[in-house]
């Protein structure tokens, strides 16, 4: 889960990583009196904020309160904007990367760095790259910030600051189960001293239960899939018209690339999951109802989640709902033949390969 | 030969008076498993499918166990692993899905100073047909043969293996890795183990979006493997920055996209299915 910058901020103040003075609004009402330059910053979860009007500068109460009327409620790249962080404006003479993030091929934590910083990092050139990996049983050691500071080529005095903060924020890539701790750019300010302008910071969903300070509901997520998290199912929208329900996601996924390799357009991944029961299918039905599909595609391959329980669901929900969509099922696996059975008694033939069930749904969404 | 574990493995289960522990201890023991114990912390002297229960991992190493299936609730999956692997158990796999990523970095590096195998989280397990089975894949879709698996997801690999067994053929090993960002044992593991295993004739990579392991396999496969090796790749049309299903299957900043995977594959010499059904007749 992606927090906003004032709460990367929030964590990095706690743990002593110099931020900005700055405060958050939700409101015009909130703002406080004038007394220094100040930057005001959508909190939005999306890259590229500056280029899309996003960030404003005011050097006077005036301007202050016209960015702050002008950001409140309007659009960044698409995303309404409903805070604002006010910050101290600093005096930029340097920009540097720093990250701590999971190198998934090392299966380790990696430390990311350059003297190259504000922009992507993927754009900076591989030599100008530190990348250390971090044994997650050691942890973070002084070692990695000397070798960090010579590759940087820092003086003493920025060797110091950098090798003061380099441990803190290996404190809270742990303490908070992250995925990525970003701060770019870490700026060289006009007094000397280094600060975090910008904080990035993934948690570990699957973390949340031992970090109740954060709320569970992901701010990217669309309010259906959210329903559909808060019910325990693995659902993501997705812009075509063909409702897909398969079970387990490595199926769901080679259900959906069948599809598009059939020049269909699938509507949602959802995946029911390894429990056998006929309420989690007739809720899968809901879901994907919502979304309103033109089709709905089942793909099931029975083991643990068994095809008769499966059609019974299936059954039970085009009553529980009336469902007019055209519905295509392929049962193959534990119980299929009992499966297709209850199938056939409620007038739903089903396919025992998948390739045939891709075909015919197609057919549908296209001729529909 | 022993491919992590065979017909003579001992197993236990952590977690076996649980909903899953209970289904699945009884399902290994009718593939012919052999699971001696089980442990959940308070309910010693119960027993699950004729297993006798007991509180802890240390009340049960008098039955000498080999291996041991995880399946607790995430919060427990660390002590479980530990109490295991400080017990001396060499082959920990996790069921359970939803363990957070630094738990298993942790779980997965003092496995190795122990010189354990870790296999999960969130994975199906190890089948050796005729062998043993470790795990939740389906007892009915195996025939002993010379194909090895190697999988990051379940029912996929049950697909496959299932259409492997119709069109006549058998498996050696079947191995889960799970959808994890962080798993146990991954693809080049499993590759060195079914490259040096007499049995395995043939191997199978079922990969997913997400991460760089199938990249790195393709290339150790390049190097080292003169068996013929068939790969599939799921996510081919997964959008990028959306995880699909797996916590692992995820597209980051270009990273982990099928057609990097596939493109590795292809280059390697390894042809990749463009449907899981197709695979089987690849093989031939």
Redesign the interface.
Known sequence: MNLYEYQGKEIFRKFQIPVPDGYVVSSPSEVKSYTSPVVVKSQVLIGGRGKSGGIKFAKDQATLGNAVKELLGSKVRGLTVSKLLIEQMLDIRKEFYLSITLNRTERKPMLIASVAGGVEIESVPETEIFRKSIDPIVGYSDFIGRQLTKFMKFDAQLAKQLRAILPKLYQVFEKYDCELVEINPLVLNGDGKLIAADSKVIIDSDSLYRHQEFPKEDPERTPLELEAQSKGYSFVELEGVIGVIANGAGLTMATLDALLLHKGKPRNFLDLGGTDSTDIVVEAFDLVLKANPKVILVNIFGGVTKCDTVAAGIVEAKKKYGIKQQLVVRLSGVRETEGREILKQNGIVAFSEMMPAVEKVVSFAGGA | MKVIVDENSKVIVQGITGHQGM?HSGEMLKFGTKVVGGTSPGKSGQNVNGIPVFDNVSDLMHLNPDATMISVA??FVKDAAYEALDAGIKVVYILTE?????DT??I???AR?KGAWLLGPNGPGITRPGKVKIG???N??FKKGDVAVA?????????IV?AITLDGMGESTVIGLG?D???GM?FIDALELFNADEDTKKIVV?G??????EE?AAEYIRKNVRKKVVA?I??????PG????????IIE??VGT?ESKIKAFEEAGVRVA????DIPKMLE
Do not use: Q
């Open positions: 289904f995430p919060p939803h363990v957070p990523f630094h970095m942790e997965l590096y003092n100073r939740i894949m389906p009915t879709i999988s990051r997801s379940g029912t996929l690999t049950y697909e299932n959808g960002p962080v798993p991954d079922v997913e979006i997400g991460g760089s392991n790195r599939y799921a996510g081919r049309s997964a959008p959306k995880r699909m299903g797996h916590a692992g299957a900043r270009g099928a463009e449907y899981p059904i």
